[in-house]
């Protein structure tokens, strides 16, 4: 990426004529290999002069601070705000108690701290008419060249003010060409792909859906510079994410002069913000990174931050299981749960989920239009309660996990009945259902206190429960809340920080227990949420060739290790597909591993199958948790799909090697070429998960650069084929 080109062009006039000043302030945010360098002007305004690799001495940008804006703006302003000649999308637009909607925000003060690994940078701007004041707080995390800023934003004044937009950053990039990749979908399709080269104006992002936030967009992207197209391997790419699970809002604006900015933050939709004098707003982190590599090094930096940093037990290895849904749904007793749990054992998987339907006994939870709210046990399935099971499961060696949907409430449950104020609603309007399901309102701390209750409770239902499925299976609609009163644009962001003040409360009581974030699937997939959660249900779509799109795309921005990833029966219960036992297992072992199906109804050669599969799986996964990603070919691309996980030290890998298509034989099967191995090393490469032995799997020994630049050929031709290695260096 080019130095801005603004302050380039501009630069060439002024440097001869301004002298250097020792007092000029340049401000370096850096990890090991990028730099954002901020720089304040000369009249006052920070601006963003760079943000790509590493340049050396940074004391260079002195020379591209000049004494003005121009007629046109500010420039590339580091926190653009409505006001000054600035007439772009705005970070902050307030709106003050005389109706004005002018900020113009000076450099004030800055500081730096270090704390090992991260290295924290808050720069505050204030505007000396309204006394606003904005700190924009830098963390850089040095090893995994990720930078997650926030925005607390003062209102220094003697009124209130009104926040119209508060974005919790804004980037500048400078390029002749962006590629913008982003994420859509629906339900049972979430994380789809798309992309386009951005055009000027301004492209927005978007979701209002309350709850159930990533179901069709994602708070994330990555952006090309100076290409038509995301690339693996080679060229500048920009990743990022919004750390927030409710309505965001990102933008990218390409502006007259071809420069970039990118908004991220809560979306203002409905969310007018009424700060008090001397209160402070704090907005998510906005987290993103550089790469001079594609966009495989992008994910693998945004990977490790989460491991290390943005994901709850982010380091811990996540027992496989066998779900309860899609073999039992709402139909089971004691019985049909201990015979799953035999099964389970039996297969060598390592803790049995007891899913929906185990609840309500006045409106027993049979389907899904009954029960929610109604937390107790439903005795005429399970008359000796969740201890009896979870001891059973114990004693085969299982960890015991459960399934709640503690924000949700049906109509007909005593719940409902009790309390029908602490519904999502407004006056004199029918309360719409989805899923026959209303939403409880989380921005009431009584709610907030009750759906901690349902957790807490649920804990309690047997010693140890090990682990925890919460759900959340609607959007908000017909929003409002009989608590705000007239306060109604606080509902939105008042939700999520309900949910999050639960989620800390509980996280102190309960550090051990491993919590599922699911919403219908992936509808709350975003790096707030994971701040609390060990790992996502990924789709409800456990159908293996729509999973290969999206586990490809997820993966981009979120790391192997949260994707859980069922294998489930023939036809999938989704999209009715055919895919074999072996493909889907194959599939489930590139992410979390688990089966959500009757396992009596396997055969006996499935059940041998997936004995093969488990076992092989425990030996590897650390690499799928730990390890880096390359991906080697894109399913969104051809007609295959692969990819490897290389241990630390590159001394392991996991390779998984997909067909989506049938191949014309003349043109013969795939070559794929590895990546991120030693290439001074000499690899042993052994296949998994079949009884046939292949010559490249048959414990061949091979040099990493002939892997990752001669390639390898696993024969993949039919439709569904695929083959999984396992290469470990002598
Ligand atoms: C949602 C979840 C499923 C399952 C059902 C139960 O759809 O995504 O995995 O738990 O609810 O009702």
């Known amino acids: 990426m080019k130095t801005l080109h603004w302050i380039a062009a501009t630069v060439a006039a002024l440097v001869t004529v301004l002298p250097a000043s020792a007092r000029k302030t340049v401000i370096p945010v850096e990890t090991d290999h990028t730099q954002l360098i901020l720089a304040v002007q000369d009249n006052g305004v920070l601006q963003t002069l760079h943000f790509g690799a590493k340049i050396a001495d940074p004391s260079a940008f002195e020379a591209f601070i000049t004494g003005r804006g121009t007629d046109n703006g500010e420039g590339p302003m580091a926190y653009p705000t409505t006001g000054g000649r600035y007439i772009g999308e705005p970070a902050l637009h307030v709106r003050y108690a005389d109706g004005y909607h002018n900020t113009q925000l000076f450099y004030k003060s800055h500081t730096v701290h270090a704390n090992g690994n991260i290295v924290t940078t808050v720069v505050t701007l204030q505007d000396k008419v309204t006394l606003m004041e904005v700190k924009l707080v830098f963390d850089a995390y040095q090893k995994e060249d990720v930078l997650c ?11 209130p003010v009104e926040l119209l937009n508060y974005a919790s950053g804004s980037l500048y990039l400078d390029a002749d060409q962006y590629f913008l990749t982003h994420f859509h979908g629906g339900w049972a399709d979430e994380m789809q792909m798309d992309g386009e080269v951005l055009t000027h104006d301004t492209k927005v992002i978007e979701s209002r859906r309350g709850t159930q936030a990533t179901q069709c967009n994602n708070p994330s992207f990555l952006v090309s510079l100076d290409t038509d197209r995301l690339q693996e391997n080679v060229g500048e790419v920009v990743a990022g994410a919004l750390a927030w699970s409710g309505n965001f809002r990102l933008s990218f604006e390409m502006d007259e002069a071809n420069r970039l900015n990118i908004l991220a933050g809560i979306s203002p939709f409905a969310s007018t913000y009424e700060l008090a004098a001397g209160q402070t707003f704090v907005t998510p982190d906005f987290l993103y990174t550089f790469s001079g590599r594609g966009a495989g090094q992008a994910s693998r930096n945004l990977h490790a931050w989460a491991r290390n940093y943005g994901i709850y037990g982010g380091g811990q290895i996540n027992p496989t299981l066998l779900n309860s849904w899609e073999g039992a749904y709402f139909t089971f007793t004691t019985e049909t749960l201990l015979r799953m749990i035999d099964d389970a054992a039996a297969m060598g998987l390592e803790m049995f989920v007891l899913d929906d339907g185990w609840f309500g006994k006045d409106y027993p939870r049979n389907g899904d239009d009954a029960g929610l709210g109604d937390w107790e046990v439903n005795t005429a399935k399970i008359p000796e309660g969740i201890d009896y099971v979870a001891s059973y499961a114990h004693g085969k060696g299982l960890k015991f996990g459960i399934w709640i949907e503690p924000e949700m409430v049906n109509p007909q449950s005593n719940l409902a009945h009790a309390h029908p104020e602490w ?8 309360m719409l259902q989805s899923r026959n399901q209303w939403v409880l309102d ?35 609609s017909d929003f409002g809340s009989t608590y705000l009163g007239e306060e109604q644009d606080r509902f939105y962001v008042e939700y999520v920080q309900g949910i999050y003040n639960v989620m800390r409360r ?125 991906r080697l070919a894109s399913p969104y691309e051809g007609d295959y799909y692969a990819l490897m996980y290389v241990s630390q030290d590159r001394r392991r890998a996991v390779v998984f090697t997909y067909c989506t298509k049938y191949q014309n034989r003349a043109v013969g099967a795939h070559v794929f070429r590895m990546d991120g191995l030693d290439p001074a090393r000499r690899y042993k490469v052994t296949e998994l998960n079949v009884n046939r032995s292949c010559w490249w799997g048959s414990g061949q020994v091979h040099a990493g650069d002939f892997l990752m630049n001669g390639g390898f050929n696993p024969s993949l031709l039919k439709t569904f084929d695929s083959a999984v290695f396992y290469l470990e260096a002598d």
């Open 149 to 159: 800023t926030h925005t607390e934003i003062l209102n220094g004044g003697k009124q």
């Open 423 to 430: 519904v999502v609603q407004s006056p004199g309007r029918e």
């Open 442 to 476: 989380l921005s009431n701390p009584a709610v907030q206190d009750f759906v901690y209750g349902i957790f807490d409770n649920t804990m309690q239902l047997a010693p140890n429960i090990d682990y925890i499925k919460w759900d959340c299976n609607r959007v908000i």
């Open 506 to 630: 509980l996280r102190a009581k309960y550090p051990d227990t491993i919590v599922q974030c699911c919403s219908s699937g992936g509808g709350r997939v975003d790096y707030g949420a994971l701040k609390y959660f060990n790992e996502i249900w990924t789709s409800d779509n456990t159908d293996a060739f729509t999973r290969a799109y999206i586990q490809y795309a997820t993966n981009l921005i979120y790391p192997a290790c949260i994707m859980a990833s069922h294998v489930s029966a023939v036809p999938n219960h989704q999209t009715g597909n055919v895919t074999p036992l072996k493909f889907r297992f194959d599939i489930a072992c590139s992410g979390r591993l688990g089966m959500e199906l009757q396992p009596r109804n396997l055969t006996e050669g499935e059940r041998a199958l997936a004995d093969r599969c488990i076992r092989s799986y425990k030996e590897y996964r650390d690499l799928v948790f730990m390890g880096d990603v390359y």
